[in-house]
């Protein structure tokens, strides 16, 4: 069963800047894409980056200017720098893997409040 589990998230001022991390195990990590999601209270679960194998990434446009995606293979870890952050970001951020099989994965998400 594949693993992602997610980290760094946090209450930040706005204008500040997080990086979450999500782990991955049990996954031939370096060979999938990789995504990001995001929830915010009352609203759907919304795609925010995805990141290939190859390292093509592709970031949703209301964020891309504030919004990188990256991975490091090595650590089987994929990453998602958030800056300028405002109280719209507010979301519980999830890391998943959607496989060839159409299963899709999740993390247990991480927390991101942007709040004064």
């Known amino acids: 069963q594949v693993q992602l589990v997610e980290s760094g998230g946090g209450l930040v001022q706005p204008g500040g800047s997080l990086r979450l991390s999500c782990a991955a195990s049990?996954?031939?990590?370096?060979?999938?894409?990789m995504d990001w999601f995001r929830q915010a209270p009352g609203k759907q679960r919304e795609a925010v980056a995805t990141?290939?194998?190859?390292?093509?990434?592709n970031v949703r446009d209301s964020v891309k200017d504030r919004f990188t995606i990256s991975r490091d293979n090595a650590k089987n870890t994929v990453y998602l720098e958030m800056n300028n952050l405002s109280p719209e970001d507010t979301a519980v951020y999830y890391c998943s893997h959607y496989n060839n099989y159409g299963t899709r994965y999740w993390g247990r998400g991480t927390q991101v409040t942007v709040s004064s």
């Open positions: 990141i290939t194998s190859d390292g093509s990434t």
């Open positions: 049990r996954i031939a990590f370096s060979r999938v894409t």
